[in-house]
């Protein structure tokens, strides 16, 4: 039997769309053993609409890893227990792409390094910044094209937390790309590049103050907020209870906060905000992961 353990991740980060992600002290549990034939996929937790068939993306990841090795399935039992919530832009997806895939390879004969799986889950799932994180943890840049896929992975202070603000409803990836633009202004784009950059700074260096224009975004943010109700009202409560930076989690509709302290006032400061408007949000406070997946034998 395999078991793994693999991190929710929040990717973009403000100006770094597509490059730029970070692993979240949330968790998917994932349990694989080979049956005689056929899949079998158990679900023990309240996400009901996990696909217990061939569809499920745990079981893809891994056909698809051994699609690009040349192994021959057999049977498998996959045991998920994910607590990371589906469709909210915190990585599920990636997840299960990273389970699957350390499990494919340890299976089929450990033929593929971690480089080559980051550029085969990169691959799958579309973009970089989330699979990255998953597999490394800590804060992560990425980068990749046809052949390679590049990711650094940084630890960072575990003074800094993040307040996850997660509505009751979700957005689909595709549909939230579907409203950016094929083409942005010249000026947009070197924006986020000095943005984004400043972002790396401060984040590495813990440069809390720098952080709040490191964040600020000209290409998806804008985008997106009709997708999510309140979202510029929501970004100005936040900064009012002392978050560094806020954004947009991946495609959303999740909103991240970093924070160096002050966190439980933080959260109990939102819960109060929603309460007072009627919005059937919620907000956790999580911890960096600087470690990333683990796997063990048994």
Known sequence: MIRLRVPASSANMGAGFDTL???????????????????EIVNRNSQSFVPRDKNNLIYRAMIYLFENVGYTPKGYRIVQNSRIPMTRGLGSSSACIIGGMLAGNIIS???????????????????????????????????TDDSKTIIKSAKIDRNIKFAVIIPDYFVATKKSRGVLPSRVDFRDAVYNIGHASMFQAAMLSGDMAALRM?????????????????????????????????????????????????????????????????????????????????????
Not at 30 to 36: A, F, T, Y
């Open 21 to 39: 992600g970070v692993a979240l002290g949330l968790y998917s549990h994932i349990e694989i053993e080979e049956i005689s034939s056929g899949v």
């Open 214 to 298: 490191g964040v600020k975004d000209a290409l998806h943010q804008q985008y997106r907020k009709s997708y999510v109700d309140g979202m510029e009202e929501i970004f100005e409560k936040t900064y009012k209870l002392g978050s560094h930076a806020t954004y947009l989690s991946g495609s959303g509709p999740t909103i991240l906060s970093v924070l160096d302290g002050n966190y439980y006032e933080f959260r109990n400061g939102m819960s109060r905000y929603f309460r007072e408007n009627s919005l059937e949000w919620k907000c956790m406070i999580l911890p960096i992961d600087n470690v990333g997946a683990v796997v063990s034998v048994i």
């Open 109 to 143: 004969g450990r033929k593929l390094s971690y480089g080559e799986i980051i550029h085969l889950a990169a691959k799958m799932e579309g973009h970089p910044d989330n699979v990255g994180p998953a597999l490394y943890g800590g804060f992560c840049v990425s980068l």
